[in-house]
């Protein structure tokens, strides 16, 4: 190399390797969404996007979080898809928790996830406190808690602020508080630019639509921590997007 400068025949390797390398992608891409119509029921469903979801992106500061619309994406009845969920809910095999200040938004984490997290974020609270906490996300289902509720698991009131400030709760009310994810700052802000990224690359194709395999192809921008993959099944569970089988795949447009 002379000059610093790449020499026609190595920069020609390299440009072919980039190009093989983006099929690369956009084909595992293009399986994983593809993999998703193996998925009969919401907890094969669920699994499939918790697996979508990588913490290492995240250095391993949230567990695998799910939006409840992402769901729709997948199954075909969103009655039966509620009902399950609800299920789950009461069953306190999964939690629900308020996605920022959407009202009808809803992020979903495994029961199981959200211990090892909550734990993983309260290790300076009392070992007393952190065993009340499990207790409280093993037997309350609500995505709130109110005053009484904590009163009746024996929680002292100075301890709730202790919760607020690890993240595991937020101010819902007077006497009331929101269980939350904590770092879920980090994950709501990363979800947002992507929607926005690939939604925008949508609108500006042509005519508003655009096929699977040519948005998936697109990289993402850095600030963009989860997959085109992941965000796509967003798009269409949020009715951003809709879908349409064409002999040359899925073809993707923005709703009207």
Request: net charge positive.
């Amino acid at each position: 190399m002379m000059n610093g400068k790449r020499p026609n025949s190595d920069r020609r390797a390299f440009q072919k390797r980039l190009r093989v390398d983006a099929k690369e992608m956009t084909a595992s891409a293009t399986a994983d969404f593809e993999s998703s119509r193996l998925c009969t029921d919401v907890s094969s469903a669920l699994e499939y996007l918790k697996n979508l979801f990588n913490c290492e992106k995240f250095d391993g500061c949230l567990p695998p979080i799910v939006l409840k619309h992402q769901l729709y994406s997948i199954l075909p009845s969103r009655t039966a898809v509620d009902k399950k969920l609800g299920e789950m809910r009461e069953n306190c095999q999964i939690r629900l928790f308020k996605f920022g200040s959407e009202a009808n938004v809803f992020m979903i984490v495994t029961t199981s996830d959200y211990k090892t997290h909550v734990l993983k974020h309260c290790r300076e609270l009392s070992p007393v406190l952190i065993e009340r906490t499990l207790s409280l996300i093993s037997t309350c289902p609500d995505i709130y808690v109110s005053k009484q509720r904590f009163a009746d698991l024996q929680f002292d009131e100075k301890e709730i602020p202790e919760l607020v400030k690890v993240g595991v709760l937020t101010i819902r009310d007077v006497g009331s508080w929101w269980l939350a994810v904590p770092g879920a700052g980090l994950f709501v802000k990363s979800f947002l630019a992507g929607r926005k990224y690939l939604l925008s690359a949508i609108k500006k194709s042509k005519m508003q639509q655009v096929l699977q395999q040519d948005l998936l192809q697109r990289p993402l921008p850095k600030a963009v921590k989860l997959g085109s993959v992941y965000h796509l099944h967003d798009l269409i569970g949020a009715d951003l997007v809709e879908g349409t089988e064409t002999t040359s795949g899925l073809l993707l447009r923005t709703r009207k």
